[in-house]
């Protein structure tokens, strides 16, 4: 069970803070639902609204917020991943793979996702080719995630995120 003030994942939505926990019988958003029933009350970081979702069996994905080495660590080990494009005529496939491999919620098969995606789009420009919605779309949500769990981690403005990345990867690459 998470604690009040806790940073965790939830679903897509991203980073939220466990703001307290509440029952139907103590919150009329959510009459008509099992009134013993117990919620977590979550603030997203990044979005306005409040979530109310069940502390017992969620039926949305939540985990916490990985820490600041682990960040530093997927950050680190981003010049080895071996990002490929995934290419298909099907649209539905492309979501279909897309959504697999966002819906694990680990931050490692974001990075590589994001990587694969930008591979994609590199190998769209150099053919003079039109990047594809569909990438576009999962590239922007899949970067949002990161970004959201990487700048809370590491304590950092979300704005700030990318220029980390590149800084600590040119960092690496230099002798002491």
Do not use: W
Not at 16 to 35: A, F, I, N, Q, W
Not at 60 to 84: G, Q
Request: glycine fraction near 6%; proline fraction near 3%.
């Amino acid at each position: 069970m998470f604690q009040i003030g806790d940073l965790v994942i939830y679903g897509n939505t991203g980073v939220c803070r466990v703001e307290g926990y509440t029952t139907p019988k103590e919150c009329s958003t959510l009459k008509g639902m099992e009134e013993s029933r117990q919620y977590y009350v979550l603030s997203p970081v990044y979005q306005n609204g409040v979530i109310y979702a069940p502390v017992e069996n969620p039926k949305v994905f939540m985990r916490a917020v990985i820490s600041a080495d682990e960040a530093n660590r997927l950050i680190d080990s981003m010049p080895s991943v071996d990002a490929k494009a995934f290419h298909s005529s099907k649209m539905q496939e492309l979501k279909a793979h897309y959504q697999a491999a966002s819906n694990t919620h680990k931050c490692a098969d974001l990075v590589e996702l994001s990587m694969s995606i930008y591979a994609k789009k590199q190998y769209a420009v150099q053919q003079n080719r039109k990047f594809g919605q569909v990438d576009e779309h999962y590239m922007k949500q899949t970067e949002e995630m990161l970004y959201g769990e990487f700048a809370t981690a590491l304590g950092i403005e979300k704005a700030d995120v990318p220029t980390y990345i590149e800084d600590r990867l040119r960092g690496a690459g230099e002798c002491e």
